[in-house]
């Protein structure tokens, strides 16, 4: 931990912290400087009563496994240890602009008359956990606040001030969250996933077995020698029987994105914290695209999801707020891995929300997190369906799969014969 909290606390002056009220809501922003210039009270200390304390705790650990394990268990482990008058707010802090800058915590206010027990928690976690705290406090005039950063033997080697004045800031031009989604929620190369489940051997003991199923490297990328049509959209959209149906009317093989084999540890993996979530499905995709070279040389290949769903779902979760938020088209977060098979063709069905919240009713099935999500939260899913229609080498086309099942699958059939010449 300490190379890494060393390197953090040499930039902690030019940082800035982000604390978000709920996932709809834009961000409060502020920064800190050794001076005060007369700015303003940052919007989110406005309204703290004169006997509330407020604290950050951010994670810092050089591991990033340990880092993502941690953070992944620690508003679970505030709640338990801290009074119940305490309150929680997904806090993060970062350079403006640096890849990989974002750390990450909670901002905990107290709003308990005496905070002795929240003190003495915090001094423990500060001990004995990779850990970085912060005290807020308020001036005696009630309009200057600073932010102190709790006693840290790195901060005292680099020489730097223990506290600083908070004061307003700007709006970053991107949502924080982007700065890390780069090989973390988003893997763009099979040897990044890879690392990362080899990493986990020791606490996953299921990650040696599916190492195991993927080998040492992915084959080498080649254009199939038939078609390969991949069929994304959200659940109930029809992707089911319209791919059976591709299948029967083309002669093609069917495969499923993720694929079979991976179902044994796919709740296990449900249960870890995003980057290790995502580097297992990661792999998954790499597993899918060796089925289909080999299917792929003596038929045409249909696939139920690949890439697309697992970066446009991975996007939207670790981007909070409205569909602005994510990452501008164009960026090189949308840019198809460079060692992934390709697809021939990828069409993407849509379909009106309460459409697709009728036909899931009708199914009577379980539903996912992530569907359940979609279900609740309007937000999220328009984020979905914008990150698909953003992604490209290959881009989605969009059917509109409102229409009969026979209807759609005579409109996937033109595309194909136009794009694929079968």
């Known amino acids: 931990m300490a190379k890494r909290s060393m390197s953090l606390l040499r930039q902690w002056s030019s940082r800035v912290f982000s604390v978000e009220l709920d996932a709809r809501s834009a961000p409060f922003y502020f920064a800190i400087q050794e001076s005060h210039r007369g700015e303003e009270v940052p919007r989110l200390f406005r309204n703290v009563q004169k006997y509330e304390r407020c604290y950050s705790v951010f994670v810092c650990s050089g591991d990033r496994i340990q880092r993502a394990k941690f953070y992944w268990e620690l508003k679970d482990k505030l709640q338990r240890a801290l009074p119940p008058q305490c309150d929680f707010l997904p806090m993060s802090s970062f350079l403006p602009n640096v890849k990989h800058s974002l750390m ?8 308990s008359e005496c905070s002795s027990s929240t003190e003495r928690v915090l001094s423990d976690f500060i001990q004995n956990d990779p850990v970085l705290v912060c005290s807020y406090l308020r001036g005696e005039d009630g309009r200057l606040w600073t932010q102190r950063l709790r006693s840290h033997a790195e901060s005292r080697e680099v020489g730097m001030s223990q506290e ?4 307003p800031s700007e709006a970053p031009d991107y949502h924080p969250s982007t700065l890390n989604l780069i090989n973390s929620d988003v893997f763009y190369s099979f040897e990044e996933a890879y690392k990362v489940l080899e990493k986990c051997g020791d606490i996953i003991p299921e990650s040696t077995a599916v190492l195991g199923l993927v080998g040492q490297r992915p084959q080498a990328r080649h254009k199939p020698d038939c078609p ?11 992707k089911t029987t319209l791919t059976e149906s591709l299948r ?3 002669g093609a093989t ?3 994105s993720p694929p079979q084999c991976l179902s044994p540890w796919r709740a296990r993996f449900d249960q870890e914290p995003p980057l290790i979530r995502r580097a297992f499905y990661a792999l998954g995709n790499y597993i899918t695209a060796e089925q289909i070279g080999q299917e792929a040389m003596q038929t045409p290949v249909i696939v139920d999801r690949f890439w697309h769903s697992t970066a446009a779902y991975a996007i939207a979760t670790a981007v909070n707020g ?3 938020n994510l990452p501008s088209e164009g960026s090189e977060v949308y840019c198809w891995p460079g060692d992934l098979l390709q697809p021939s063709l990828v069409v993407l069905l849509t379909l ?3 459409e697709r919240r009728r036909r899931l009713r009708a199914r009577g099935q379980d539903k996912t997190e992530e569907e359940q999500e979609l279900d609740h939260n309007q937000i999220f899913r328009l984020r979905v369906e914008e990150a698909y229609q953003r992604i490209s080498g290959p881009a989605c086309v969009t059917v509109d799969a409102s229409p009969s099942a026979d209807q759609v699958l005579q409109q996937v059939l033109l595309l194909i014969r136009g ?3 079968l």
């Open 104 to 111: 990450k915590g909670y901002f905990v206010k107290d709003t």
């Open 164 to 167: 600083h004045y908070v004061v």
């Open 228 to 238: 390969v049509i991949v069929i994304e959209g959200l659940d109930a959209t029809g």
């Open 248 to 250: 029967d009317a083309l």
């Open 254 to 256: 069917l495969l499923r």
């Open 322 to 324: 409205p569909v602005c």
């Open 352 to 354: 009106d929300p309460e």
């Open 419 to 421: 794009k694929c010449h």
